[in-house]
């Protein structure tokens, strides 16, 4: 089975603080993501990456960052934390290719910022 | 940029009632489809997917999902439902200008009273 797996599964954090969200997979997917998910508003990507040091932006990149250093390991960074980015934080994986491909997540992090 | 509509963000039923839940996209080429459901507490999970062939595919614990091209739908349905299917579900859609990112619906709450 794939494995998503989130570091962290509740954080709070001070307004202002530089915040690292870390995932891991263990199937050695080429396509790495993030997403950011609130009530009514779905599953929002906020970067992917479809391979080492490589990444694009999603729907709202903004106030973030990512690192892909290692192809199993993808890490979000809020620069400066602020109470909007208060959320649930998923990843998630999957194999190459543009279509056929189900993403596998993690079980998501759940950031409060105060 | 495709879009995913989820008609109804929260349905309530009674246990043994039948479920549909609808879907519509919107892209005029080839698409994959997907459903996603999130248990509480639980990560987002595959529940059925389209890639080609026969529209009506079938998934985990009896749903099953329509694909029907002519009105760009992917509508979730159940026969009966039971108390555990109370979670959120998700519609996606993967298509070949998105590069491998699926784009998702706001979400369905379904809640199945026992």
């Known amino acids: 089975d794939v494995k998503v797996t989130q570091s962290s599964r509740y954080l709070v954090k001070r307004t202002g603080e530089k915040v690292f969200l870390e995932c891991v997979q263990d199937?050695?997917?080429?396509?790495m993501f993030w997403y950011r998910q609130d009530p009514g508003l779905g599953l929002r990507l906020i970067y992917f990456?479809?391979?080492?040091?490589?990444?694009e932006k999603g729907d709202i990149p903004e106030g973030y960052s990512v690192s892909r250093e290692k192809k199993e390991r993808f890490s979000l960074i809020l620069e400066s934390a602020s109470t909007n980015q208060t959320s649930m934080y998923l990843c998630?994986?999957?194999?190459?290719?543009?279509?056929?491909?189900?993403?596998?997540f993690g079980q998501g992090t759940r950031l409060t910022v105060v | 940029a495709q879009s995913v509509s989820q008609h109804n963000h929260h349905v309530i039923l009674s246990e043994a009632a039948s479920l549909e839940l609808g879907c519509n996209y919107s892209y005029g080429g080839t698409v994959n489809l997907f459903w996603y459901v999130q248990y509480p507490g639980q990560h987002l999970q595959l529940l059925l997917k389209?890639?080609?062939?026969?529209?009506l595919v079938k998934g985990i614990k009896g749903f099953e999902a329509e694909f029907i091209k002519s009105k760009f739908s992917f509508n979730l349905r159940k026969p009966s439902v039971q108390w555990s299917d109370t979670a959120e579900y998700f519609c996606a859609v993967n298509a070949p200008t998105n590069a491998g990112k699926s784009t998702f619906g706001d979400g369905t709450t379904l809640t199945v009273k026992p």
């Open positions: 199937m050695d997917h080429e396509n």
């Open positions: 998630a994986s999957s194999s190459p290719g543009t279509m056929n491909t189900e993403a596998f």
């Open positions: 389209y890639f080609s062939g026969d529209p």
């Open positions: 990456s479809y391979d080492v040091k490589m990444k």
